[in-house]
């Protein structure tokens, strides 16, 4: 027979909800659904958010697809994978097209022309084969035609990853001089380009800086468990190449400390304007799945974590992290780092607190400075529950965590890059407004969007549409707060984080809750350790209870005194 006091499923999950990317570029954030839509919020300049507009967006929006045939398609195509420049924008398409959008002065978005607001496809791509194919036709055998299967964003420049293991590059992009002059130097190119010092070897991850590239590359021609070997090319002026010195590349060379005899296995890499993060597991045999968070490069504002803020040219692991720590995912900003680990520990360092701020802002007295070693960010005070990934803007951070179904923000909120409906900075993790409104709004009164009148003007359904949508957002950034609040409250009686399925039945079913009872229950599954916790902090809480009411009286005692000596005559 079934528990009749188990807690019902409030809402099922929708799976179209559920965010598998996100990205953050200096001051706009995207995020990749479940359902193959990209959604972007923050700063429009340029038009990065790709919805058609210079404004910014304080919320997620999805990006603006023409129907009608300017973009080539008859339908938007289910989208596998999101990157975000400095000011522009990428997706990459599940027929492995990439379409691009933003900033386009470097020629990052993959063409020669203007800056544009709305997806643009990639055509030069499609026409291309890839490198790895080149020598099929010696023996008889067809081109494989190319599809790219990764992308990535700079400063301004932008990557892709084929099928078969070969990376391209177009934007701002380190090249040598000329044929004969290998100096280092970049060059502005339209057209992607192959990295044919890679030929023969399967490229497994790359990141970019501003002027700097990262890329793991199997030693032999396929990827075989441990055998990634860390490369770095571009601009080295701090060390940023992980190469000893600080001398410039053109061509890739292997960093000898994540090399194929080396004892750690790369398996993540990120990029900082101007430093590096390699994250790195023991090679077999190893007992225990820990990671090492290595940085090198520009150090002057903690970014590297080492407790100085000297730079270096050589990969030194960050200091004060969590020794048996698996981290899931890592991140650059501008100027600082953040890394978060299978359990849901999050840790930043790096300008201004780990929050990439501008020394400018009101921190004052013990809260001011840069963190020069890792500073851990909760949920309330408590672990992110399902960590998913992290992602660094220029001054904000991206928390995607609870298995994809929610996802928080702190840092810089100029421009509503934090996606919860304000413009100003937090210090602190807070609810982005997610899933976005307009699509629960729409689902849930079944009504399809209406286009505007012609001439421009919208139909008096389309302005109700629009109040009532505002109005949503104002709730659900209420609401948002008050979710805050009651963690906090919950965590404060019953000493673990809440959660939907700590909803009792009956408040569900009766709107009424013993406070009583829920306390005895958790009582009784306490342990010793638990207890006496609990002891300790509801004792000091008690103990100021008392002192300020012993404060009170005597407050109380003195003013009486005081009133009645006044009304005294001599």
């Known amino acids: 027979m079934a528990d009749v006091t188990e807690t019902p499923e409030l809402s099922p999950r929708n799976p179209a909800h559920k ?20 959604y972007s919020w923050g700063r429009g300049t340029f038009g990065r958010l790709g919805n058609g507009s210079q404004s910014d967006e304080k919320f997620p929006v999805p990006i603006k697809w023409d129907n009608d045939g300017d973009l080539g398609n008859e339908k938007c195509p289910k989208f596998v994978g999101v990157a975000a420049g400095a000011y522009h924008s990428l997706a990459l398409a599940d027929d492995g097209s990439i379409w691009c959008w ?82 280092f130097t970049l060059i502005s190119v339209p057209d992607p380009v192959p990295m044919f010092d890679f030929y023969g070897h399967t490229v497994v991850k790359v990141a970019c800086g501003n002027e700097h590239v990262v890329a793991l590359v199997s030693a032999g021609e ?50 900082g304007s101007f430093h590096t993060v390699v994250l790195t597991l023991k090679k077999q045999p ?28 050589l990969p030194e692991p960050a200091r004060a992290l969590p020794e048996n720590a698996y981290f899931v995912s890592v991140d650059c900003g501008l100027l600082h780092t953040s890394v978060v680990s299978s359990a849901g520990e999050v840790w930043s360092w790096g300008m201004e607190k780990g929050l990439g701020l501008c020394p400018d802002v009101s921190f004052s007295g013990v809260d001011h400075g840069d963190a020069i070693l890792p500073l851990q960010f909760s949920c309330n005070g408590s672990n992110f529950p399902d960590p998913v990934e992290v992602a660094c803007g220029a001054a904000h951070t991206v928390l995607v965590a609870d298995d994809g179904y929610k996802l928080w923000s ?38 399809e969007s209406k286009k505007p009148k012609e001439g421009g003007e919208k139909t008096e359904v389309d302005e109700k549409l629009d109040s009532a949508m505002e109005e949503m957002k104002l709730l659900q950034s209420k609401l948002s707060v008050m979710e805050r609040y009651v963690s906090i409250l919950h965590g404060s009686l019953f000493a673990k984080p809440f959660e939907e399925s700590d909803i009792p039945a009956s408040l569900i079913e009766s709107d009424s809750f013993d406070v009583g009872k829920a306390w005895q229950g958790m009582l009784e599954a306490a342990d010793g350790k638990e207890l006496r916790r609990l002891e300790m902090f509801y004792g000091n809480m008690l103990d100021g209870v008392k002192d300020k009411i012993m404060k009170r009286k005597i407050q109380e005692i003195v003013r009486e005194h005081l009133q009645s000596s006044s009304t005294t005559q001599y």
């Open 102 to 183: 933003g900033y386009n002065t470097y020629n990052q978005l993959g063409f020669e022309g203007e800056n544009v607001s709305v997806p643009r496809q990639l055509d030069m791509l499609v026409q291309l084969n890839s490198p790895r194919s080149l020598g099929d036709d010696s023996e008889g055998k067809s081109k494989n035609p190319l599809k790219v299967c990764a992308i990535e964003a700079g400063g301004m420049m932008s990557l892709a990853i084929d099928n078969l293991g070969a990376l391209w590059m177009w934007g701002n992009i380190p090249q040598q001089r000329s044929p004969d002059d290998d100096t």
């Open 410 to 447: 702190w840092g810089r909120g100029r421009s509503g890059v934090l996606g919860d409906g304000k413009v100003s900075d937090s210090y602190s993790p807070t609810m982005v407004l997610w899933p976005p409104l307009s699509e629960d709004f729409s689902d849930g009164l079944n009504i």
């Open 222 to 271: 396929k990827h075989i468990g441990d055998d990634l070997v860390c490369y770095t090319w571009g601009n080295n002026n701090h060390g940023q190449l992980g190469l000893g010195d600080t001398e410039s590349r053109s061509h890739p060379q292997a960093v000898a400390q994540f090399s194929e005899g080396s004892a750690w296995r790369a398996y993540d890499v990120a990029c």
């Open 19 to 38: 965010i598998v990317a996100v990205a953050a570029g200096e001051a706009h954030t995207l995020a990749l659904s479940g359902d193959g839509k990209v």
């Open 286 to 313: 190893s007992d225990t799945l820990a990671s090492v968070c290595w940085t090198f490069g520009l150090g002057e504002n903690g970014q590297l974590g080492h407790g100085t803020t000297q730079s270096t040219s």
